[in-house]
């Protein structure tokens, strides 16, 4: 069974501060890898995705790395900001268009 | 409109009451999608279409549940006798999906469903 597991499932920290979050995936065949964030009463939005030949990508304070062969993936933040508490959602991609494995997500709180 | 339109935004309903919630895709994305977030919880997939073809219905959790997508763009979800477990907010996401590749899922703000 496609399973994706995120840790940890919620996160305290404060302004200014690093942090990583966890996905970790059995998911085959494997498409792609998407990291989401979604703010509280909205829908999840896209911040980067990773395929299979992919190691690292970057997107502004947002870093995300993937090992294909462990099956892990990473969200680093870099200087956080009170705007980066949000959850937290990794989402694997199989070889056709329904098949999506959503994790738990993780909650960010960022505190002044 | 340039995003994904979800309506309405908040139901409140008595439980045994049917609701509709409406998805309005962005257009020219032949994907869309359909997801339930209790909360705390992640996305519970629903169903799926994908331009003319059948719609992947497997993740409706009962028979009191049904979507149509009328002319490949909008797209409503019915629910019949309303439970209050079926509160929740209801998602839609629509993709441009080439050549059975998954794309990125543009997601609507949502529909909280309270069911008294």
């Known amino acids: 069974k496609n399973q994706v597991e995120q840790s940890p499932q919620s996160l305290i920290i404060l302004e200014g501060k690093n942090c990583t979050l966890q996905?970790?995936?059995?998911?085959?065949?494997?498409?792609?890898l998407r990291w989401y964030k979604q703010d509280t009463g909205r829908g999840p939005v896209s911040l980067t995705i990773m395929t299979f030949s992919e190691n690292t990508k970057s997107n502004g304070r947002y870093t995300a790395t993937l090992d294909a062969d462990t099956k892990q993936s990473s969200l680093h933040i870099t200087a956080s900001q009170l705007s980066d508490s949000a959850s937290y959602i990794c989402?694997?991609?199989?070889?056709?268009?329904?098949?999506?494995?959503f994790g738990s997500g993780t909650q960010l709180t960022v505190l002044p | 409109g340039a995003g994904v339109s979800q309506s309405p935004s908040n139901k409140v309903t008595e439980k045994g009451k049917d609701v509709e919630l409406r998805c309005d895709p962005i257009s020219g994305h032949t994907a869309l999608y359909w997801y339930r977030q209790s909360l705390g919880q992640g996305l519970e997939f629903l169903i799926y279409f994908q331009g003319n073809s059948a719609p992947d219905k497997s993740g409706l959790p009962s028979d009191r549940f049904s979507a149509e997508r009328t002319g490949g763009s909008v797209s409503t979800l019915t629910i019949q006798r309303t439970q209050q477990e079926d509160s929740a907010v209801y998602l839609c996401a629509s993709t441009i999906s080439p050549s059975g590749k998954t794309g990125e899922l543009f997601f609507g703000e949502g529909s909280r469903l309270t069911v008294l």
């Open positions: 996905c970790n995936y059995t998911v085959s065949p494997f498409s792609n």
């Open positions: 989402v694997v991609s199989g070889g056709s268009a329904r098949q999506l494995t």
